[in-house]
């Protein structure tokens, strides 16, 4: 299967470059877009690494996060980032540190998930994905919307004033975030640059 085949038009998402011949099967491939988007982003949660002082790991999930919706666009991103949530609640351990369900201080980072994977969508619609500082420029935007929830989220949940959760729940993730950015920057323009669109 080809995806040169498949040439993007202008609001064209990479996800939108999967053939599909038919309205059905444009129907099962998103379905099977969404669901991936959600395994994956469940298995990069799985990527944690305590950091000393604070309830919130560093994890690859805010990062699949953001690649999920700049991937697939803002509906099928926010609708794999649902599935990711509503699952997680349910009791599946596939939040950071193989947590589920809805208590911990760091779920306001999942809820921001899904305004990020909105946002970072809707973005690479308007090509916000297709050059390095454009993509520098949708990551940071899309970590700013999960900060902008997961913080306030945290000092809630845990009593802390909101310096103190600036300091637990965002300064030390930004020099992860800006490596996580690095990488996107490479990975999406790559590519769009490999599948010959611009």
Known sequence: ??????PARPGAVLADLLP??????????DLVLVVSGAA????AAQISVPV???PVPVTGQTFAALLVGTALGARRGLLSLVLYTLVGMAGVPWFAEGSSG????????VLGMLLAATLTG???????????PRT?????????????????YLALATGMGLSEAVAAGLTPFLLGDALKA?????LLPGAWKLLGER
């Open 1 to 6: 299967m080809s995806l040169a085949a498949s």
């Open 20 to 29: 599909a011949s038919s309205t059905a099967r444009a129907r099962v491939r």
């Open 40 to 43: 994956l982003t469940g298995l």
């Open 52 to 54: 000393p002082g604070s």
């Open 102 to 109: 809805a208590s911990a201080p760091s779920f306001g980072y």
């Open 122 to 132: 809707a973005l690479a619609r308007r090509g916000g994905d297709r050059s390095v």
């Open 136 to 152: 520098a420029g949708t990551m940071v935007l899309g970590s700013a919307v999960i900060y902008a929830v997961g913080v306030p």
């Open 182 to 186: 690095a990488l996107a920057m490479g």
